[in-house]
């Protein structure tokens, strides 16, 4: 039998709100973190950030919409087709455009094995 997962988004647990959907623990990614994060229009609450603590990366791949993330005070426009990484200790901010923004959140700690925070794991499993 092949090894693959597939499954629509909208059919995935989601947490704060619907904001993030648990792409990672739905597919049974264990080697680094994925998440669908969905903002609504001009969305200005996202948690602003770091990983220096944990020493994860993260790479953002926008899939619909728009918005900018701040990054040390420098703003970077948020667009399809142009992924965006961030080191561990760069503090960051995403804030959506006026058609919001739906967009991968992909990371990992480099030259460690991935360790899956808690609200990324299943609650209904």
Excluded: C, W
């Amino acid at each position: 039998m092949p090894d693959y997962t597939a499954k629509h988004v909208d059919e995935m647990e989601a947490a704060f709100g619907g904001g993030m959907a648990k792409v990672r623990a739905e597919l049974g990614v264990t080697s680094f973190g994925i998440q669908l994060i969905r903002l609504p229009p001009n969305y200005a609450d996202y948690p602003e950030h770091d990983h220096a603590e944990d020493g994860q990366e993260e790479v953002y791949v926008v899939l619909e919409g728009s918005g900018e993330m701040e990054v040390e005070g420098e703003r970077i426009p948020f667009v399809p087709d142009v992924p965006v990484r961030v080191g561990p200790a760069a503090r960051r901010k995403i804030t959506a455009g006026p058609e919001g923004l739906r967009m991968l959140a992909m990371g990992g700690t480099p030259g460690q094995a991935y360790e899956a925070r808690p609200f990324t794991e299943l609650t209904n499993a």
